[in-house]
C-alpha cells in the first residue's frame, strides 16, 4: 500500500477515552483493558480487539432501548481488502456482517457475507480513518444507512441466531428486502452467509455498488477521506459548468 499522509481524526480520542472515576485514581489495569472490562456480553470480542487511546472508533456499550425504529447501517472500509460492513441493529447491538463485494439490488446476485462480532450501537456514525497499527486500519465511510424492520418473525437476534433473517430496508441506497442466511454444508465456514435481494420495487439488475460510491453521511468518498478532504456541499448547487446550458 502506498503510504498517504495521516489524515485528521474526525472525532478526538480524548472523548472517546474512558473517563477515569474523578478523586479515584487509575489503578494498573489499563484504559483499554478496563474498557475490555466493562463491555459485557457480545461486545466483548469488539472491545478486546481495540485500543481506544489509539482508534477514535467509539468504546460503545450496550443500548437499553425499545419502541425505536431499528436501524441499519452499511459502512465501506479500505481495510488490508476492501469491504462493505453491513450491520443490522439487533438485541441492542449491530449484528455485524463483512461484505467483500458489497450489496447487490440485483435479486440474482449471491453476495458472501462474513459474520463478524457484533458492534456496539453507536458505530453507525463512525466513519473517518482507524489509525495503522490498528485493527482495521483504514478508512471508513458511511455508505448507506436508515432503518428496517422484519419481513419475518418479531426478534431480529433470533432470526439471526435461527440463521435467517429476511428484513425489508429504508436507506438512501438500498430499499427493499433482502435475505440473510447462514450457508450450510460440509465446505462452508460457520460464520459464512448470504446476502440476497428479494424481487420487489426496490431491487435493479443494472444497479453497481461501484457507482454509488459517497458516503451518506457527509458525501465523502474513501478518497476523499484518506487525503482528509471535506466536500463543500454548496457546489453541489452551482449550475453543473457549460453541459448544462
Ligand atoms: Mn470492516
Given amino acids: 500500500m502506498r503510504w498517504r499522509p495521516p ?13 477515569a472515576p474523578s478523586g479515584q485514581k487509575r489503578t494498573g489495569a489499563t484504559p483499554a483493558a478496563q474498557t475490555a472490562k466493562r463491555a459485557t456480553g457480545s461486545l466483548r470480542r469488539y472491545a478486546e480487539k481495540r485500543n481506544f487511546q489509539r482508534t477514535p472508533e467509539p468504546a460503545g456499550k450496550k443500548l437499553p432501548g425499545q419502541g425505536r425504529a431499528l436501524r441499519f447501517v452499511v459502512q465501506k472500509h479500505r481495510a488490508t481488502r476492501l469491504h462493505y460492513d453491513f450491520r ?3 438485541d441492542g447491538v449491530l449484528k455485524s456482517w463483512a461484505v467483500p463485494k458489497g450489496p447487490s439490488l440485483n435479486p440474482v446476485d449471491r453476495r458472501l457475507a ?4 457484533d458492534h456496539p450501537y453507536d458505530y453507525r456514525d463512525f466513519e473517518g480513518v482507524i489509525p495503522a497499527g490498528n485493527y482495521g ?13 422484519l419481513a419475518e418473525g ?8 435461527r440463521g435467517k433473517i429476511k428484513f425489508i430496508l429504508k436507506g438512501k441506497k438500498l430499499t427493499g428486502m433482502f435475505t440473510l442466511v447462514r450457508m450450510r454444508g460440509r465446505n462452508s465456514e460457520e460464520n ?23 458516503s451518506v453521511k457527509s458525501g465523502r468518498t474513501l478518497d476523499d477521506i484518506a487525503r482528509g478532504r471535506r466536500v463543500a456541499q ?5 449550475p453543473a459548468a457549460s453541459s448544462r446550458r
Avoid at 137 to 146: K, L, M, N, P, Y
Fill in 137 to 149: 486500519a483504514g478508512e471508513v465511510i458511511v455508505w448507506d444507512r436508515g432503518t428496517y424492520k
Fill in 88 to 90: 443490522l441493529e439487533a
Fill in 192 to 214: 459464512a452467509w448470504l446476502l440476497v435481494k428479494d424481487n420487489d420495487a426496490g431491487a435493479d439488475p443494472e444497479w453497481n455498488a461501484d457507482d454509488h460510491a459517497e
Fill in 114 to 117: 462474513m459474520q463478524v462480532e
Fill in 7 to 19: 489524515p485528521p481524526f474526525e472525532l478526538t480520542t480524548a472523548r472517546l477515552m474512558p473517563k
Fill in 234 to 238: 454548496w457546489i453541489s448547487n452551482r
Fill in 154 to 161: 418479531t426478534d431480529a437476534a433470533l432470526e439471526i441466531g
